[in-house]
């Protein structure tokens, strides 16, 4: 039992280019989530998944894009990064959107856009 | 304002010491209130809940004032394996689609 893992650990892009991060979770969990962790600020939401095929934005959904194809895959696209995105990026994953349900982490994504 | 607001500190406090934090909300509809603890370059993890009647983990424990809007985890007898940031997190409800709202942590480091 993986947990919740990402695809890449670490990733260093040009302005301008695109990239897909991969979310997967082997825990049957309902809900997903895309957050960006930036230095003196709290996670903040980017997209999230309440159910495979369906998507909906968070806080600071503009210049992402994502898919959940699949229960246990959630995808974000950057399609023209741009150096704003610098960051680390966190997917989660529970099990339902109930008010105490815990979130599970996946282990980050550190993308720098230079 | 921020909707969780906490003291970025850091916290410098000797092994075994009581340390304590505090954490503010603005939304007063919010419906439940969590401590994840994250560890550098790590991904955060839920420490505990925290009800409405305060609540107990070993060493740690939670209280609630919705009244004034503020949530409080105490640490008692400080292990060194305690450093990391603690995360205030709030649920504001169904009706803002029960998204967490994170604080953007307490660092704590204890010392021996």
């Known amino acids: 039992n993986a947990g919740v893992t990402q695809t890449p650990k670490f990733r260093v892009l040009k302005t301008g280019q695109s990239m897909t991060l991969l979310c997967a979770q082997d825990m049957n969990h309902e809900y997903m989530y895309w957050y960006r962790q930036d230095p003196g600020m709290g996670l903040r939401l980017i997209h999230y998944s309440v159910g495979e095929g369906t998507t909906a934005k968070g806080e600071v959904p503009d210049g992402y894009n994502v898919s959940r194809l699949k229960k246990q895959n959630f995808l974000l696209g950057l399609e023209s990064a741009a150096p704003s995105q610098t960051s680390v990026y966190f997917c989660a994953s529970s099990p339902t959107r109930g008010t105490y349900n815990e979130q599970f982490f996946g282990p980050g994504t550190r993308l720098t856009v230079l | 304002r921020k909707e969780v607001e906490q003291d970025p500190g850091p916290f410098n406090v000797p092994e075994g010491a009581t340390v304590a934090f505090n954490c503010t909300y603005s939304?007063?509809?919010?419906?439940?209130f969590f401590w994840y603890r994250q560890d550098c370059r790590k991904e955060p993890k839920l420490l505990m809940s925290?009800?409405?009647s305060g609540n107990e983990d070993g060493r740690f424990t939670a209280q609630l004032n919705r009244a004034s809007q503020y949530i409080s985890l105490l640490i008692r007898d400080s292990k060194l394996s305690d450093s990391a940031t603690y995360l205030c997190?709030?649920?504001?409800?169904?009706?803002?689609?029960?998204?967490?709202?994170f604080g953007a942590g307490t660092i704590l480091r204890v010392k021996s």
């Open positions: 939304n007063s509809a919010s419906q439940s």
């Open positions: 925290v009800y409405s």
């Open positions: 997190v709030v649920n504001p409800g169904v009706e803002y689609g029960n998204k967490l709202v």
